[in-house]
């Protein structure tokens, strides 16, 4: 296993594996049972679920969950009968497949956003089939500096913009969303609906081949840019989450680096006027806090969790610890030179945690997953043409083996 999520009621659960697979799993008081497994023919790159029920004539709850895999269509699946409900595919201006590295959904439940390279895919959920999507082309022309915030995009987080802007939006809060790339680079976008439909330009003439991002509909990135920042730790951003009561803290987690990020990003906002803003790209004043684990030698992704009511954030490391901070620290640091000790720490596993989660029904129940990739470092045997005697021995490639793949619930307690 690489990565669970757990839905958000706590009744089901997703175990994603390196097999291109994703096993569905029922959860009750007592255990964990197994319902169905999807497979997809290429790797899965990003599962996300879908926050709202699925209307249906028999007495089941009907979940679904959004699955990004490479060079086929994006699907929503059914998590009680594995049923494929509905696609959404891009094709760019080469005729081939793209597919989201990152998916989420709005805060209405209306849009899925999907990681493209330069740009996010915003797929409206009643508008299926290919090349159906808009743009959101984040371009480079927001910062001379640092070429925009360009690159692959690894991770997507909705959020709100902070209560200051809401008198703008005739007092209505208004849905931002982050955008975190591989290079580095962090970006905040107004993500709202009617800010985005009057960015919208549709192209016009009549042409051969789609667009270079599939979509005849494009939404240019700095009509609708807030702010953004390069981050100089690591090789890339792998996750971003948003403080689910404090509007204005988003944490960064970059990949292969050893410290959690918590960023103050009201100091990025300039006047405080969406009309206004002013573009820093500066991490001085906003990082106000770094939560140190260990992931720097590890190339895996290794996912945190903030509890729903914003007390406590965990996350696991490559050497199978888990760490649970609390956010009264981490929201009263006055320094974020030394990284912040946590609450509550203990050896969980015997291999590299990849994802930790937070139950929505118990906040002292924590889910972990743990799993990686490990080679023989040295391999000795051999074989040896049968065609050719005086060939030299080719060495034989063994596949990678995992020392402890497994999910388990946690009963935690500071006490």
Not at 174 to 193: C, M, N, P, R
Not at 218 to 241: D, K, M, N, P, Y
Not at 354 to 381: C, E, N
Request: charged residues 20%; proline residues 4%; aromatic residues 10%.
């Amino acid at each position: 296993m690489s990565s669970g999520e757990m839905l958000c009621d706590g009744s089901y659960v997703l175990a994603r594996s390196e097999s291109h697979s994703i096993q569905v799993y029922r959860v009750n008081d007592k255990a964990a049972e197994f319902r169905h497994a999807y497979r997809s023919p290429t790797p899965i790159l990003d599962v996300q679920w879908y926050g709202y029920p699925a209307e249906s004539e028999d007495e089941e709850v009907h979940w679904c969950f959004a699955v990004s895999s490479r060079d086929i269509p994006l699907r929503l699946i059914n998590a009680l009968t594995g049923e494929v409900k509905i696609t959404y595919a891009i094709i760019d201006h080469t005729e081939k497949h793209v597919a989201a590295m990152a998916l989420a959904f709005s805060r209405d439940g209306g849009r899925l956003y999907g990681g493209l390279t330069n740009a996010v895919a915003i797929y409206p959920l009643a508008c299926a089939g290919v090349n159906r999507h808009v743009a959101l082309e984040l371009g480079r022309e927001l910062s001379e500096a640092h070429e925009g915030n360009c690159g692959i995009v690894s991770t997507l987080a909705t959020g709100w913009a902070p209560r200051a802007f809401d008198e703008e939006n005739g007092g209505v809060p208004l849905e931002i969303l982050a955008v975190g790339t591989f290079l580095g680079f962090v970006g905040l976008y107004v993500s709202d609906a009617h800010w985005l439909t009057s960015a919208t330009e549709t192209r016009k003439g009549t042409f051969v081949t789609p667009p270079r991002h599939g979509a005849e509909q494009t939404v240019c990135g700095a009509r609708t840019f807030l702010t953004g920042w390069h981050v100089c730790e690591g090789s890339g951003i792998s996750q971003v989450a948003w403080h689910p009561k404090h509007r204005e803290i988003l944490v960064v987690a970059p990949r292969r680096a050893d410290h959690l990020l918590v960023y103050d990003t009201s100091y990025f906002y300039g006047s405080g006027q969406l009309s206004e803003h002013a573009t820093v790209h500066t991490q001085s004043r906003s990082l106000i806090a770094r939560l140190k684990r260990s992931t720097g030698s590890n190339h895996q992704r290794f996912w945190f969790d903030i509890d729903n009511e914003g007390n406590f954030l965990a996350a696991g490391d490559e050497k199978g610890i888990i760490r649970i901070w609390a956010w009264d620290s981490i929201l009263t640091r006055t320094s974020s030179v030394c990284p912040i000790p946590p609450l509550l720490e203990w050896q969980a596993h015997q291999d590299a945690v990849g994802s930790i989660q937070f139950s929505p029904k118990d906040l002292h129940t924590l889910m972990s997953v743990s799993g990686a990739r490990h080679w023989d470092p040295v391999d000795h045997t051999y074989e040896t043409s049968e065609s050719d005697t005086d060939s030299e021995d080719i060495p034989i490639a063994k596949k990678p083996f995992s020392i402890d793949s497994s999910a388990v619930f946690w009963r935690w307690s500071t006490s």
